[in-house]
């Protein structure tokens, strides 16, 4: 690739060959070609305008508590959402935030502020930028209920603003994961004003519950969604006594069936045929194929 020409435009941090294990919660994955973080957002639209003429693969990396990036790594340009991107501010019933900034800490400001409505993803791990694209959530509340704008860069280099309606959110769902011609940069969050100590009593319980009922170990959350029209995917593995199935340093979670977690040296193919595993005997069983919810990301 022309790392040199890359250089020349962007002018946020350049790496090459950087191994994305570093960046991902699973502690796994291969190097990217190109490693880049942006200084702003025009540093993102010059990047992604040369690489989209250029037909450079780009893939943005938030928090890297969502992947499972092959061990064989990126081909391509990795734009990671670093400092820079990582901003909030309160302003008023509104919280902007970058998509770099971690979303545990936008819940914290919004609790500090007195502001409700983001207390449902509470405790979820991960970006603003990953939050926006997978619409993170629990059975509480998803951030695309109280989204109002994105701002996005396109590939042609343009900011424009999404609302909500636009943004097209469902089940750990948004438009940027079938559009992959806009790069989420910014959102807004329009919140209510609540009364303080409920919020955070809403907020300690949920952190609670997740504790009780999720391991603490490298995961990437739960590897699948749960299919429509049955108990969960949880439910279905659990079901079939798989806790505890391994392959390499791979297990299928004791606490929680839906996670699979890198208990030492698991490489992303462990953890990538463990999964395979457990999708092969849902379908023989129940006859329900699983669609990870974990993005698997990279060459295999
Ligand atoms: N269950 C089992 N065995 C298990 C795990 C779960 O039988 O090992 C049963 C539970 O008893 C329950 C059902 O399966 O009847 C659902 O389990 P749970 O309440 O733990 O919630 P979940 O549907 O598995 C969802 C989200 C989580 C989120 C929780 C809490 C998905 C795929 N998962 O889990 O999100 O934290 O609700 O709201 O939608 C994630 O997105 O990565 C994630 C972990």
Known sequence: MQIAEIRKIARGIVKVDELLARYTTYGVGGPADVFFEPADADDIASVITWASKNSVPCFILGGGSNLLVSDKGFRGIVIRMGKAMSYIRVDGERIIAGAGAVLAKVVSAAVDAGLTGLEGVTAVPGSVGGAL?????????????????????????????????????????????????????????????????????????????????????????????????????GWMIDHLGLKGMSVGDAIVSDKHANFILNTGKATASDIKALAEKVRDAVRAEFAVDLEYEVRIVGDW
């Not at 695309?144 to 343009?158: A, F, K, M, S």
């Not at 011609?181 to 919020?199: R, Y």
């Open 133 to 233: 694209v997978m619409n993170a959530g629990t059975q509480l509340g998803s951030v695309g209920d109280v989204v109002e704008l994105v701002r996005v860069v396109t590939c042609n280099g343009e900011l424009i603003d999404l609302t909500r309606e636009e943004m097209d959110f469902a089940y750990r769902w948004s438009r940027l994961q079938s559009d992959k011609s806009k790069i989420a940069v910014e959102a807004v969050f329009h919140l209510k004003p609540g009364v303080k100590s409920e919020i955070v009593r809403t907020a300690e319980r949920l952190k609670k519950k997740r504790s009780l009922s999720q391991p603490n170990g490298r995961s990437a959350g739960c590897m699948f969604k749960n299919p429509e029209g049955t108990q969960g995917a």
